[in-house]
């Protein structure tokens, strides 16, 4: 399997107040890192928050941590992650 294929299959999936915790525990952590889902990302709309979410391993720490949806990207169609493990976003 290409590392690409590795790195965009979903690991998990987590309910939205899972989703939702598990964001605002790495916006906590990190310096920065709400600032700047707030300006790379809009929120979620409250229509998409009663889904299930996919969870996926970081690519960037060895699969430590795991991607959690914090909002859709403003410049590109796509979900935008934040690992809760080294505090990257990702596009997915």
């Not at 965009?8 to 999936?13: A, I, L, M, S, V």
């Not at 300006?39 to 060895?62: F, M, N, Y």
Request: hydrophobic letters at 40%; glycine letters at 6%; a negative charge.
């Amino acid at each position: 399997m290409s590392s690409n294929v590795g790195q965009n299959y979903p690991y998990t999936r987590e309910t939205e107040p899972e989703r939702a915790a598990a964001v605002e525990q790495a916006a906590a952590r990190f310096d920065g890192l709400r600032d700047r889902i707030a300006s790379e990302a809009t929120p979620l709309p409250v229509a998409d928050r009663d889904e299930l979410w996919w969870v996926w391993a970081c690519p960037d720490d060895g699969a430590l941590g795991r991607l959690h949806v914090a909002g859709y990207a403003r410049d590109r169609h796509a979900v935008y992650a934040i690992c809760d493990n080294c505090g990257k976003s990702f596009l997915r």
